[in-house]
């Protein structure tokens, strides 16, 4: 019987269906696995080969799971909410959910081709008011929360002001975003308004003033991840940056629960450290600078105020503190509040152009980017400990939100210090002794201390740290500053609140009405609070967010209902919240609602949680680590802290799958002035011969690197005359690994190589390219090798010539055919386990081909070997499973298990060489020893002529490797 993929295929996908194969149920019986992979955003394009990577992966230990025995959930979703359908309602005018409908139906369409293993009972859409309902839920969870610093926990808000209530802020250790102080007495004197004004400052969901990357063009903030090089990465359109009242999370506030929860997660090192980096713990200390007594007079007739006097002071924070003595300028965050209030009047024009320049910088530019630029404000700080008188510059390599947005400047051990000082002609002190003010000498952490402080310059109490090593300084420093009231030892966070808000129509509604400007929430039980239908998708005429549009968009208080906005009296009915939330809402909980996806009245039941509990095993991109990844773990204890989830970290162990380039290819055009001659193309071997140029054409119309002409010809008008110059009668192409875009024509359709191949031979190939971490390079030309590997498999079930007819037996199998089965048992479990695929295909290659010179046809051997091989290709694994006369499915057979008795190698064959040179091999029995190895290399007749004449001086014999004999 020939192997009829597509028959196959089709068959079995309609009886998973039919059967319900994937759905799973809680079964307290087994051992639950639960595999997850980061749901798609169902763009237009559909997918390319590229996107089902990951998803094979994860499928591969998924059914591997099955068979040894655990219930296994498994499910899939839609990321469905997003800029791109927004933007293409915009030119279209067509409405996102009936864009985001056909896609997500297009990808459905193609997943199921692929043969995944998905429980499709547990949909997920971000999109669907059944879900978004309790984004919305844990929204307003957050809101009614604050973060206790003293328990390390999220605790209700009502616990805070039974707090206020009876002694006010004394003992209160919250996050918050500025430090209050009010007693008892004048909380309860404080009106509602006032009230809600200070819980605003502790909500784990909060309104707050915060700088943002505006998108004028598109009327919305984006994240950093939307924009590329200062533009939208959508349309390319300028951004800016620009203060604005926002919906924030604290996520600040959980920063050390997510740097102790990488230690207890499997997760690659890389991806840890990259979390690290971007939490960005730091010990330090926050000190005092005053400022010195204005540097000029106000002028006459000006309306400016006079400079601060001595008096004043701000803050900054260091993590070394004891190079204060090496202090020689002060910088500020363009963003902070000082830059107002310390620039002088004569520096004011050149601040304001300055600032107007940083607006236009992202904050990722500004990192990434080692320009130096910088303004001087005009005015001084004192150095705390030596009185100098140090000027105060502003600059963008300063961020407002790490530490206070300032920082004193010491360029002998810094090196963003040190170009600064270098650039603007600043002084240089060094601070270590013999250290060679350079950029080699920056952050010196070892080394003992001098001009600590300089000759002839009095310190408080005579402090001086010249003599001590580094590690004594920063210490001795800590302690000095603490004792004297000049600062405080503090931890400090790179990690900022993320920014929850979007100026944009296509994303979750906030629950959210306003009274007297402040926010209040619609009623859990009145909840999902659903996005009205608008007429247009773009911001209004008056610059407000498309919700703007909406004409029914307030809230009735009494009837506990939306209504029409030109009902609002502001007495009982109120403006509802016109921005959206952003797209990590949707996908930041998505896994626990997986558990229990039909459940209207929570997010996930207790008893499914406790079932599931979290995600063993989640395969994405590394695109997501500082994003998603950090937005979900945050989510999720946050979900802990309420009850809701009973895992502090939501994903157990991380597989971050590469990238698969395209294969581009290219013809070669020869150049040429008149145009109105039809276009000749060169043969790549005939190019060197031609003025050329490359162009990259459509990889469909390539097969093993020689190009269709005829289909080329009508691929494009231009091409329909075209003249081709040919090696041997063919065209043969160039080709380079490039990334997969529409661009290069090399994305390559899983719908063609399933019509072709079939999709069994889809997911070896992509597995076979090499280890699922790693980039690799698509190349349709290698595919065959895999179709023909389940073509062999399949022809030893079948006689040869007769196709029709089955040649199993039960005839007991020899020591060979066992010895090549239970190599692969125990190559495929590891291999699995390690996620090293790409082994495992090379490994089954091996075995059939040894099955097929044995004449292998026995029945245990091979229904072995159709178990093994149907984690990875399930339609033939399935078929064969049932023509060896099982029932049911092969989903769920027992993962077979080696006997280490048949991978005892009874002969072992040795190279044998001559001062180093290999000759030829012998076998011999395994447990020869090598006396009696020796012996018979030395009398066998390949040896005579290689020692014929010659002192043997050594024999060298590497056990079951090599024997090597030295002469001369």
Same mark, same amino acid.
Request: hydrophobic residues 35%; aromatic residues 12%; charged residues 25%.
């Given at each position: 019987?020939?192997?009829?993929?597509?028959?196959?295929?089709?068959?079995?996908?309609?009886?998973?269906?039919?059967?319900?194969?994937?759905?799973?149920?809680?079964?307290?019986?087994?051992?639950?696995?639960?595999?997850?992979?980061?749901?798609?955003?169902?763009?237009?394009? #559909?997918?390319? /080969?590229?996107? !089902?990577? &990951? +998803?094979? @992966?994860?499928?591969?230990? =998924?059914?591997?799971?099955?068979? %040894? #025995?655990?219930? /296994?959930?498994? !499910?899939? &979703? +839609?990321? @469905?909410?997003?800029?791109? =359908?927004?933007?293409?309602?915009? %030119?279209?005018?067509?409405?996102?959910?009936?864009?985001?409908?056909?896609?997500?139906?297009?990808?459905?369409?193609?997943?199921?081709?692929?043969?995944?293993?998905?429980?499709?009972?547990?949909?997920?859409?971000?999109?669907?008011?059944?879900?978004?309902?309790?984004?919305?839920?844990?929204?307003?969870?957050?809101?009614?929360?604050?973060?206790?610093?003293?328990?390390?926990?999220?605790?209700?808000?009502?616990?805070?002001?039974?707090?206020?209530?009876?002694?006010?802020?004394?003992?209160?250790?919250?996050?918050?975003?500025?430090?209050?102080?009010?007693?008892?007495?004048?909380?309860?004197?404080?009106?509602?308004?006032?009230?809600?004004?200070?819980?605003?400052?502790?909500?784990?969901?909060?309104?707050?003033?915060?700088?943002?990357?505006?998108?004028?063009?598109?009327?919305?903030?984006?994240?950093?991840?939307?924009?590329?090089?200062?533009?939208?990465?959508?349309?390319?359109?300028?951004?800016?940056?620009?203060?604005?009242?926002?919906?924030?999370?604290?996520?600040?506030?959980?920063?050390?629960?997510?740097?102790?929860?990488?230690?207890?997660?499997?997760?690659?090192?890389?991806?840890?450290?990259?979390?690290?980096?971007?939490?960005?713990?730091?010990?330090?200390?926050?000190?005092?600078?005053?400022?010195?007594?204005?540097?000029?007079?106000?002028?006459?007739?000006?309306?400016?105020?006079?400079?601060?006097?001595?008096?004043?002071?701000?803050?900054?924070?260091?993590?070394?503190?004891?190079?204060?003595?090496?202090?020689?300028?002060?910088?500020?965050?363009?963003?902070?509040?000082?830059?107002?209030?310390?620039?002088?009047?004569?520096?004011?024009?050149?601040?304001?152009?300055?600032?107007?320049?940083?607006?236009?910088?992202?904050?990722?530019?500004?990192?990434?980017?080692?320009?130096?630029?910088?303004?001087?404000?005009?005015?001084?700080?004192?150095?705390?400990?030596?009185?100098?008188?140090?000027?105060?510059?502003?600059?963008?390599?300063?961020?407002?939100?790490?530490?206070?947005?300032?920082?004193?400047?010491?360029?002998?051990?810094?090196?963003?210090?040190?170009?600064?000082?270098?650039?603007?002609?600043?002084?240089?002190?060094?601070?270590?002794?013999?250290?060679?003010?350079?950029?080699?000498?920056?952050?010196?952490?070892?080394?003992?201390?001098?001009?600590?402080?300089?000759?002839?310059?009095?310190?408080?109490?005579?402090?001086?740290?010249?003599?001590?090593?580094?590690?004594?300084?920063?210490?001795?420093?800590?302690?000095?500053?603490?004792?004297?009231?000049?600062?405080?030892?503090?931890?400090?966070?790179?990690?900022?609140?993320?920014?929850?808000?979007?100026?944009?129509?296509?994303?979750?509604?906030?629950?959210?009405?306003?009274?007297?400007?402040?926010?209040?929430?619609?009623?859990?039980?009145?909840?999902?609070?659903?996005?009205?239908?608008?007429?247009?998708?773009?911001?209004?005429?008056?610059?407000?967010?498309?919700?703007?549009?909406?004409?029914?968009?307030?809230?009735?208080?009494?009837?506990?209902?939306?209504?029409?906005?030109?009902?609002?009296?502001?007495?009982?009915?109120?403006?509802?919240?016109?921005?959206?939330?952003?797209?990590?809402?949707?996908?930041?909980?998505?896994?626990?609602?997986?558990?229990?996806?039909?459940?209207?009245?929570?997010?996930?039941?207790?008893?499914?949680?406790?079932?599931?509990?979290?995600?063993?095993?989640?395969?994405?991109?590394?695109?997501?680590?500082?994003?998603?990844?950090?937005?979900?773990?945050?989510?999720?204890?946050?979900?802990?802290?309420?009850?809701?989830?009973?895992?502090?970290?939501?994903?157990?162990?991380?597989?971050?799958?590469?990238?698969?380039?395209?294969?581009?290819?290219?013809?070669?055009?020869?150049?040429?002035?008149?145009?109105?001659?039809?276009?000749?193309?060169?043969?790549?071997?005939?190019?060197?011969?031609?003025?050329?140029?490359?162009?990259?054409?459509?990889?469909?119309?390539?097969?093993?690197?020689?190009?269709?002409?005829?289909?080329?010809?009508?691929?494009?008008?231009?091409?329909?005359?075209?003249?081709?110059?040919?090696?041997?009668?063919?065209?043969?192409?160039?080709?380079?690994?490039?990334?997969?875009?529409?661009?290069?024509?090399?994305?390559?359709?899983?719908?063609?190589?399933?019509?072709?191949?079939?999709?069994?031979?889809?997911?070896?190939?992509?597995?076979?390219?090499?280890?699922?971490?790693?980039?690799?390079?698509?190349?349709?030309?290698?595919?065959?090798?895999?179709?023909?590997?389940?073509?062999?498999?399949?022809?030893?079930?079948?006689?040869?010539?007769?196709?029709?007819?089955?040649?199993?037996?039960?005839?007991?199998?020899?020591?060979?055919?066992?010895?090549?089965?239970?190599?692969?048992?125990?190559?495929?479990?590891?291999?699995?386990?390690?996620?090293?695929?790409?082994?495992?295909?090379?490994?089954?290659?091996?075995?059939?081909?040894?099955?097929?010179?044995?004449?292998?046809?026995?029945?245990?051997?091979?229904?072995?070997?159709?178990?093994?091989?149907?984690?990875?290709?399930?339609?033939?694994?399935?078929?064969?499973?049932?023509?060896?006369?099982?029932?049911?499915?092969?989903?769920?057979?027992?993962?077979?298990?080696?006997?280490?008795?048949?991978?005892?190698?009874?002969?072992?064959?040795?190279?044998?060489?001559?001062?180093?040179?290999?000759?030829?091999?012998?076998?011999?029995?395994?447990?020869?020893?090598?006396?009696?190895?020796?012996?018979?290399?030395?009398?066998?007749?390949?040896?005579?002529?290689?020692?014929?004449?010659?002192?043997?001086?050594?024999?060298?014999?590497?056990?079951?490797?090599?024997?090597?004999?030295?002469?001369?």
């Amino acid at each position: 019987m020939d192997y009829n993929f597509s028959e196959i295929e089709k068959r079995w996908q309609q009886a998973w269906a039919a059967n319900r194969t994937y759905k799973v149920t809680e079964d307290k019986s087994k051992k639950k696995f639960y595999v997850l992979n980061m749901f798609p955003y169902p763009s237009g394009a #559909g997918l390319h /080969v590229g996107h !089902p990577l &990951g +998803y094979i @992966a994860s499928d591969i230990y =998924a059914r591997f799971k099955r068979l %040894q #025995g655990y219930n /296994v959930l498994n !499910p899939m &979703g +839609y990321d @469905a909410y997003g800029l791109p =359908a927004e933007q293409y309602a915009i %030119q279209t005018g067509q409405h996102p959910a009936l864009t985001t409908e056909t896609n997500i139906n297009r990808y459905r369409e193609q997943l199921d081709k692929i043969g995944f293993s998905f429980d499709w009972d547990r949909e997920v859409r971000t999109c669907d008011p059944g879900y978004y309902h309790w984004t919305q839920w844990a929204f307003e969870k957050m809101f009614d929360s604050f973060f206790c610093n003293e328990c390390g926990q999220a605790r209700p808000i009502a616990d805070l002001v039974r707090h206020f209530e009876a002694v006010g802020t004394e003992g209160v250790d919250a996050a918050e975003t500025e430090s209050l102080h009010f007693t008892a007495e004048e909380w309860k004197a404080m009106s509602e308004h006032e009230q809600q004004k200070v819980l605003m400052n502790y909500r784990i969901a909060y309104l707050g003033e915060t700088m943002v990357n505006w998108c004028p063009a598109l009327g919305t903030v984006l994240a950093n991840d939307e924009v590329v090089n200062g533009v939208s990465e959508r349309g390319g359109y300028p951004v800016v940056q620009k203060k604005m009242q926002q919906w924030c999370l604290r996520t600040s506030a959980y920063a050390q629960r997510l740097l102790d929860g990488l230690e207890t997660i499997n997760w690659t090192d890389s991806i840890k450290e990259t979390q690290r980096n971007w939490i960005g713990r730091s010990e330090g200390t926050e000190m005092e600078f005053s400022l010195s007594p204005s540097p000029s007079p106000k002028r006459e007739g000006s309306n400016e105020p006079n400079m601060p006097d001595t008096e004043d002071h701000f803050t900054i924070f260091t993590t070394r503190a004891d190079t204060i003595f090496g202090v020689t300028f002060m910088v500020l965050a363009p963003e902070s509040e000082l830059v107002e209030k310390l620039t002088t009047p004569e520096q004011k024009a050149e601040v304001a152009e300055y600032l107007a320049y940083v607006k236009k910088r992202t904050e990722l530019d500004r990192m990434s980017d080692r320009k130096v630029t910088g303004v001087f404000s005009g005015n001084y700080a004192l150095n705390p400990f030596t009185g100098d008188k140090l000027p105060i510059w502003i600059s963008e390599y300063v961020l407002a939100g790490y530490g206070t947005g300032a920082i004193m400047a010491v360029p002998a051990h810094d090196s963003r210090d040190y170009a600064f000082a270098k650039h603007f002609n600043l002084p240089i002190i060094p601070l270590i002794e013999g250290a060679d003010v350079s950029e080699e000498s920056f952050d010196a952490k070892e080394g003992i201390v001098m001009n600590s402080p300089r000759e002839g310059v009095k310190t408080p109490d005579g402090f001086s740290l010249n003599g001590k090593t580094v590690k004594e300084a920063i210490a001795a420093t800590k302690e000095f500053v603490t004792k004297h009231g000049l600062g405080r030892v503090k931890v400090n966070y790179r990690l900022r609140d993320a920014i929850f808000s979007r100026q944009r129509y296509w994303g979750e509604p906030f629950p959210v009405y306003y009274k007297d400007g402040l926010p209040y929430m619609v009623p859990e039980a009145c909840l999902p609070l659903e996005l009205p239908e608008i007429d247009k998708y773009e911001p209004t005429e008056t610059g407000e967010p498309p919700l703007g549009r909406a004409k029914k968009w307030a809230w009735d208080e009494v009837k506990k209902q939306v209504v029409d906005k030109a009902l609002i009296d502001n007495k009982t009915i109120f403006p509802l919240e016109l921005n959206t939330m952003p797209g990590f809402a949707g996908s930041s909980a998505y896994y626990l609602r997986y558990m229990d996806p039909h459940n209207a009245h929570a997010l996930v039941g207790k008893a499914a949680d406790e079932y599931w509990q979290n995600v063993d095993l989640y395969v994405g991109g590394t695109e997501h680590a500082t994003g998603h990844l950090i937005y979900s773990r945050f989510w999720n204890k946050f979900l802990f802290d309420c009850g809701v989830s009973c895992k502090d970290e939501p994903f157990e162990k991380l597989i971050n799958q590469g990238m698969i380039q395209g294969r581009s290819n290219f013809v070669y055009r020869v150049n040429s002035d008149d145009h109105s001659k039809a276009p000749v193309f060169v043969s790549k071997g005939l190019k060197d011969q031609y003025d050329t140029t490359p162009i990259h054409v459509w990889v469909n119309l390539v097969k093993n690197d020689i190009l269709d002409t005829e289909a080329f010809k009508q691929w494009r008008p231009e091409y329909n005359n075209a003249e081709f110059v040919l090696e041997d009668g063919k065209y043969v192409c160039g080709w380079a690994i490039e990334k997969m875009s529409k661009s290069m024509y090399n994305v390559v359709n899983p719908d063609d190589i399933i019509k072709e191949y079939g999709a069994d031979t889809l997911r070896l190939y992509e597995m076979f390219l090499g280890p699922v971490e790693a980039a690799k390079p698509w190349d349709t030309n290698g595919i065959d090798g895999c179709h023909r590997f389940l073509k062999k498999f399949w022809n030893l079930f079948w006689e040869r010539g007769n196709e029709n007819k089955l040649i199993i037996d039960d005839v007991e199998p020899s020591n060979e055919s066992l010895k090549s089965v239970h190599r692969l048992i125990k190559k495929v479990s590891e291999d699995i386990e390690r996620f090293s695929y790409n082994t495992s295909v090379s490994a089954f290659m091996i075995a059939v081909n040894e099955l097929g010179q044995q004449k292998c046809h026995n029945r245990r051997l091979l229904q072995t070997m159709v178990v093994l091989l149907a984690p990875f290709a399930p339609h033939i694994a399935e078929e064969l499973w049932h023509v060896l006369g099982n029932k049911g499915t092969v989903c769920d057979a027992e993962w077979p298990s080696f006997d280490a008795e048949y991978l005892v190698e009874s002969d072992v064959q040795l190279t044998i060489s001559f001062n180093g040179k290999a000759r030829y091999q012998k076998t011999f029995a395994a447990d020869t020893d090598n006396a009696t190895i020796e012996k018979e290399v030395k009398a066998d007749e390949r040896s005579l002529k290689y020692l014929e004449g010659k002192q043997i001086v050594k024999v060298i014999i590497v056990p079951k490797k090599i024997v090597n004999i030295v002469v001369k």
